[in-house]
């Protein structure tokens, strides 16, 4: 880390006693994704930058923005998916609780625009496809300009904000990655008698919500994050 990112790190700290925060630098990171040091991102996070808007409530989610993936190699970037077909994506606004979690059965690629924090969490952490402790996560840190490639399948959901401004992040995955299901696919999905079934929310979406995150429960995701709905205190502007 830069001495910006490692003074905004220890006030992090400082502010929350009592909540382990880890650097995304930290061997501890391995163990869910590895960082993309020779990708340059500069000109996507000055672009995610001027045109996407920072909510003051909540959190705003975008599948496929085309004025960022206009100035990308997105063949490039599908060399990460295994040649998969790409979008990017980004998830703005303000949040500073855990919520629950989603995976994907595919990489994901996140982009720190401003600072942000992200709870982490093994897919071993979740039990028979229907609990999951909130104790399990893992919260780091990831100083703009961070570019991360998250592991299939590991937990996860819309980062926390690190000031009370809130933050900005650009989120690639497959595409078609968090669309709608189709018709067809809600009716498979309520006739399966797999376990995992009712966790599909959206397209490569598996989600598991804590059960004070209505926004999630009203949208059908299983309640079943249990234990405190962990949160963190952003510094002051």
Same mark, same amino acid.
């Given at each position: 880390?830069?001495t910006d990112a490692q003074a905004t790190f220890?006030?992090?700290?400082?502010?929350?006693?009592?909540?382990?925060?880890?650097?995304?630098?930290d061997p501890r990171f391995a163990s869910y994704?590895?960082?993309?040091?020779?990708?340059?991102?500069?000109?996507?996070?000055?672009?995610?930058?001027?045109?996407?808007?920072?909510?003051?409530?909540?959190?705003?989610?975008?599948?496929?923005?085309?004025?960022?993936?206009?100035?990308?190699? =997105?063949?490039?970037? +599908?060399?990460?998916?295994? *040649?998969?077909?790409?979008? /990017?994506?980004?998830?703005? #606004?303000? @949040?500073?609780?855990?919520?629950?979690?989603?995976?994907?059965?595919?990489?994901?690629?996140?982009?720190?625009?401003?600072?942000?924090?992200?709870?982490?969490?093994?897919?071993?952490?979740?039990?028979?496809?229907?609990?999951?402790?909130?104790?399990?996560?893992?919260?780091?840190?990831?100083?703009?300009?961070?570019?991360?490639?998250?592991?299939?399948?590991?937990?996860? =959901?819309?980062?926390? +904000?690190?000031?009370?401004? *809130?933050?900005?992040?650009? /989120?690639?995955?497959?595409? #078609?990655? @968090?669309?709608?299901?189709?018709?067809?696919?809600?009716?498979?999905?309520?006739?399966?008698?797999?376990?995992?079934?009712?966790?599909?929310?959206?397209?490569?979406?598996?989600?598991?919500?804590?059960?004070?995150?209505?926004?999630?429960?009203?949208?059908?995701?299983?309640?079943?994050?249990?234990?405190?709905?962990?949160?963190?205190?952003?510094l002051p502007v």
């Amino acid at each position: 880390m830069n001495t910006d990112a490692q003074a905004t790190f220890t006030a992090l700290q400082t502010i929350n006693k009592g909540l382990s925060i880890y650097s995304v630098e930290d061997p501890r990171f391995a163990s869910y994704g590895r960082l993309l040091d020779s990708f340059d991102a500069a000109k996507l996070v000055a672009l995610a930058d001027e045109v996407t808007p920072l909510p003051t409530e909540g959190t705003q989610y975008v599948t496929s923005e085309a004025r960022l993936e206009a100035i990308t190699d =997105l063949k490039e970037l +599908s060399l990460f998916f295994g *040649g998969e077909a790409v979008q /990017i994506g980004w998830c703005n #606004g303000q @949040n500073s609780t855990i919520n629950g979690a989603e995976y994907h059965k595919s990489p994901e690629l996140f982009i720190a625009v401003t600072d942000c924090l992200q709870f982490l969490t093994p897919y071993s952490a979740l039990k028979e496809f229907s609990s999951l402790s909130s104790s399990e996560a893992e919260l780091f840190f990831f100083p703009k300009g961070t570019v991360a490639l998250v592991d299939p399948n590991v937990l996860h =959901l819309a980062p926390c +904000s690190v000031h009370e401004s *809130g933050f900005r992040s650009l /989120i690639i995955l497959p595409l #078609g990655t @968090n669309e709608e299901l189709g018709e067809a696919d809600i009716a498979k999905k309520r006739a399966s008698s797999d376990r995992e079934a009712p966790l599909l929310l959206k397209r490569n979406k598996w989600v598991i919500a804590h059960p004070e995150r209505i926004q999630l429960t009203r949208q059908g995701a299983l309640a079943g994050m249990t234990g405190e709905n962990r949160r963190v205190t952003p510094l002051p502007v």
